[in-house]
């Protein structure tokens, strides 16, 4: 299971938010090997003036919040963090300087899913890659 929020200035994100969304989604099930299907992806478009970022960033400064289960190795974590660089950068024009990512894990128990804790979920992919 994984969350994403995804910030930025909405006259930048706006326009790209399909695109962008299936970037990362792309890396997700390459580095998470997540199944298609499972994309829970949420966009908050700013006002330029509600969002400060420093002096060496652009206005295509986005930041990327991934909440997921814990379980992956840290390799794991390193190479969709790569992909998320890499692929952003090339397919979207976002500069490494303009975008930071920062996963937070938590352990099944902590999520509430379906109507049960996320640890007694059958899911029909592996957490342990």
């Known amino acids: 299971m994984a969350q994403i929020k995804i910030y930025g200035v909405k006259d930048r994100l706006n326009p790209i938010k399909e695109v962008l969304s299936n970037v990362i989604h792309s ?12 994309k ?3 966009f908050f478009p700013m006002d330029q003036e509600n969002f400060y ?3 060496e960033r652009t206005d295509a400064y ?8 814990e ?9 969709l963090i790569r992909l998320l660089f890499e692929r952003l950068n090339s397919e979207l024009n976002i500069s490494p ?3 930071e990512i920062t ?8 999520w509430g ?12 992919y592996n957490v342990n890659v």
């Open 27 to 38: 890396c997700m099930m390459e580095a998470l090997e997540l199944p298609s299907d499972k």
């Open 40 to 42: 829970f992806h949420r």
């Open 53 to 55: 970022y420093a002096n």
């Open 62 to 69: 986005t930041v990327i919040e991934i909440s997921m289960f």
């Open 71 to 79: 379980g992956r190795t840290i390799e794991t974590k390193k190479q």
């Open 97 to 99: 300087k303009d975008l």
């Open 103 to 110: 996963i937070f894990e938590t352990p099944k128990h902590n």
């Open 113 to 124: 899913i379906r109507g049960l804790p996320g640890d007694e979920l059958a899911l029909n």
